[in-house]
């Protein structure tokens, strides 16, 4: 039985898996479900910073969480002679430093991250950068028009607080991709590859990018493993038809 | 159980019957597999002239056959109340004139168009219309060449022998075309829809747009049927990401 994930290349959830599967030189098969109704695609395809579903179905698991799943691809017995031979690591003691920076992403970076791009969906491309309007709210304005003031109070504060709990994160990368070429040591691993699908957001905003673009080592790692031909195959699975507003 | 179409809406058949459902207003999941092996698709979306299949499930009926489904959805007493309540006639007699329309489609448009395409689908872009090169593949050349220049000659013949049909075939949608509106009378209906998919890549092709520019009737049948907003949206969904070659 083929390798099946159920789901759509732009959830960061799906992203994640394909990236380890392409590393891999897995052959697998992409299952998308899309609801239409009248002219209209129920659900549009968009970035779900927070994780859309996904199902890996190998034939011997079924697993729904997508680092599980990473662990489940790159430890394979039977892959490991095939595609990306370093992705979990040479051995144990270099399992052990992936082991933790993989949790490092899923605890510290992913759920900050999740929370930034969130709150972004709602600002408008400047709002988010401009002190002047706060405090707006209060005037006499139209309730509705305050009730949206005040959602947008609440997103920026939200995004502040992810922005302010990244920055410390990034000066810890910065720190260590100062001693390594990768998170986990010198090579690609998954500890790196978990971080794409958020990290590319990150970086695709202008109201973010200055988070990876003002630490040179980030950078430097951003480039690397965004550069990779597994994760440049991903961002045009994401890419929608051109006629279709971009995410 | 909703209904559910499988199969890419690259396919000829599928765009056939997504067409339909966008009429009829009915809700509907597309259920699509594409296959990847490292960074490739194993299977390149891309016009299928003679059709890739299609399976349609509504929990009542499980079809394959795109025309089959045409009249299953739009004659379905289930839908009659709601989107395009005219596509398959408002009574016995416009059905009986949709049929015939709907045969002649099938019988005489349908092999002769995807012959045609396919056919172009080998030649170069000036190569069908270029006279020049004939009897080139008897000259003292590398068997290779030769061997390519007879295939290349196979398929013109093939693109010209269809073309002749389609020829022939036009003349008399013109002339219907010049009595009304649609094939089948004043409306649009299933008879028009069901030669949307190989209509479009006839019209598409610089080498085959004269079968439809150079009649009159023809070109405004065209232009109103390509131009229904259900259409539209098919074109967009088969459009494929900006970075892969179109199809």
Redesign the interface.
């Known amino acids: 039985m083929?390798v099946k994930v159920f789901g759509s290349p732009a959830s960061a959830e799906v992203a994640r898996v394909?990236a380890c599967?392409?590393e891999k030189?897995?052959?697998?098969?992409?299952?998308?479900?899309?609801?239409?109704?009248?002219?209209k695609r129920?659900e549009r395809p968009k970035l779900h910073p927070h994780g859309e579903s996904i199902t890996f179905d190998d034939g011997q698991a079924t697993l729904v969480e997508s680092r599980k799943i990473l662990r489940h691809i790159a430890g394979a017995e039977k892959y490991k002679n095939q595609?990306n031979k370093l992705l979990f690591g040479p051995g144990a003691l270099e399992r052990a430093s992936i082991e933790q920076w993989l949790q490092t992403e899923e605890q510290n970076f992913n759920v900050p991250s999740a929370e930034m791009l969130y709150s972004l969906s709602f600002l408008s491309p400047d709002m988010a950068l401009d002190g002047g309007r706060r405090g707006a709210a209060a005037a006499g304005m139209h309730p509705a028009h305050r009730q949206h003031m005040q959602k947008m109070e609440e997103m920026r504060q939200r995004y502040e607080k992810s922005v302010r709990e990244l920055d410390k994160l990034f000066n810890i990368y910065e720190q260590r991709l100062y001693e390594a070429a990768y998170l986990a040591g010198d090579t690609f691993t998954l500890a790196d590859l978990s971080h794409l699908p958020n990290a590319d957001a990150i970086a695709s905003d202008p109201r973010s990018q200055h988070l990876i673009t003002s630490r040179e080592n980030v950078s430097r790692w951003w480039y690397n493993i965004s550069n990779r031909?597994?994760w440049k195959?991903i961002?045009?699975?994401?890419?929608?038809?051109?006629?279709?507003a971009p995410f």
Request: hydrophobic residues 35%.
């Open positions: 083929p394909m599967l392409f030189d897995v052959e697998f098969q992409l299952i998308r479900v899309d609801s239409f109704r009248g002219p129920l595609g031909p597994s195959r961002k045009e699975l994401q890419r929608p038809p051109s006629a279709e």
